[in-house]
């Protein structure tokens, strides 16, 4: 048989799957590994699609959805971001945020473009960008400037090949975010470099601190940027797979076009269950959020009292605590944590180079399997310590030893 696609062939599976996968074999684990609401979609949102059953809605929509979907996202994201976009022209309901990324990278990339990606980032960027043929380059963020993207950083990254950059604020996996003054610093730079700005947004709603902001908000660069949310994070309607695209009006027509051939229309059902959660489902995510930011609370205490120093994320479900202290690198301290402890959690490394040294930990679980798994941790540094402590008296011994034997030559 002739050979496959190369790049295809090449990509690295999924870091994150890999140890959810080996969890989810054992028993008695507890997973702070996938990135997923622990609450089910809402209940009136589920009838809005069982009601569409029976009334027959059952048939393809609309190549870029229902209209009437595209009416409320455009509702929305004016009533809750100031973000103005037309339904008919700017918007394109996708299947998932996912296809989003795929879309903007296969409608934007011409062979060998760079596109920037910021380190660490989430997993599924550079195969999006490796597929369409572009090239990732890559700009750290640190810790110490809280993972947010500084402006000498982007500058200095960009080149004549630079074609757009991919931003993810709020952030997986650190839970970083960029406020209007952040970015205020980043438009000069973008604008004259016309790059495109592919904005996923898809934790825009779970922001704890101040309001969150999107680069679509400053006029000079607004039809530089394509926007990616869905339903998944602020709704719990992951399995829904359902996610929207916001853009210039030409931008939107391109993308629309590679849409069409490769998925034709998003799941009818899962639109309607849309209309019905952008219509009633505010109050929905706001009893997550508040019950996400209790367990934030609650998981970010309890690590930097352990010594892991963890930066309180502004958003998302996640924390990326700094696990250098316990002389393990990430990947060992994963799988040491779930052979010993059965607690799951991913290596920084499964985002990115420089999330070595780091772990993601999801806090999308309750309040009492996220005590119970650092309970665990506890239990599992204690050890970790007093076997190092042991191997160096040991190595101590072992010199007296030989300090003796020595002096007993002489």
């Known amino acids: 048989m002739k050979p496959i696609n190369q790049t295809v062939e090449h990509l690295k599976p999924s870091g994150i799957r890999k140890y959810f996968d080996l969890a989810s074999s054992m028993e008695g684990v507890i997973s702070l590994g996938v990135g997923e609401p622990d609450f089910d979609t809402p209940w009136h949102i589920c009838n809005a699609a069982v009601e569409s059953f029976h009334e027959g809605k059952t048939h393809y929509t609309a190549n870029r959805g229902l209209l009437t979907l595209r009416q409320e996202i455009a509702r929305y994201s004016k009533e809750r971001f100031g973000l103005d976009y037309d339904p008919e022209k700017e918007i394109v309901v996708t299947v998932g945020g996912s296809e989003g990324v795929d879309l903007a990278f296969r409608t934007l990339i011409n062979p060998g473009d760079e596109v920037i990606v910021l380190d660490p980032n989430y997993v599924a960027y550079e195969p999006a960008i490796l597929m369409a043929g572009g090239k990732p380059v890559y700009i750290t963020l640190s810790q110490e400037n809280d993972f947010k993207l500084l402006p000498e950083d982007l500058a200095r990254a960009i080149t004549p090949k630079t074609k757009a950059i991919m931003l993810n604020f709020p952030s997986n996996p650190t839970g970083g975010t960029m406020s209007r003054e952040d970015y205020a610093k980043l438009v000069p730079i973008l604008k004259e470099s016309e790059i495109y700005i592919i904005s996923d947004e898809i934790y825009a ?50 993308m629309t076009k590679v849409h069409q051939f490769i998925i034709m229309s998003a799941p009818t059902a899962a639109q309607i269950a849309a209309i019905e959660a952008l219509e009633n489902g505010i109050p929905d995510i706001l009893t997550m959020r508040k019950e996400y930011e209790q367990r934030r609370n609650l998981i970010c205490a309890r690590l930097n009292r352990m010594g892991l120093k963890t930066n309180v994320p502004k958003g998302t479900f996640y924390v990326f605590p700094n696990i250098t202290s316990t002389g393990l690198s990430s990947d060992e301290f994963c799988v040491q944590l ?11 490394t499964a985002f990115g180079e420089h999330g070595e040294g780091h772990v993601r930990m999801s806090y999308a ?9 650092m309970n665990r941790l506890e239990e599992f540094l204690t050890e970790l310590e007093l076997k190092r402590q042991a191997e160096l008296n040991a190595s101590v011994d072992e010199i007296a030893k030989e300090v003796v034997i020595l002096a007993e030559e002489i």
């Open 205 to 254: 709603e779970l922001t704890f601190d101040g309001e969150f902001v999107s680069p679509a908000s400053f006029d000079e660069i607004k039809d530089q940027v394509i926007i990616i949310n869905g339903f998944s994070k602020a709704f719990a309607m992951t399995g829904w797979r359902l996610g929207y695209l916001l853009s210039s009006a030409p931008l939107s027509k391109m």
């Open 365 to 373: 679980t309750s309040l009492d399997n996220i005590k119970e798994a």
């Open 338 to 348: 779930l052979e010993s402890k059965k607690v799951a959690v991913v290596p920084g």
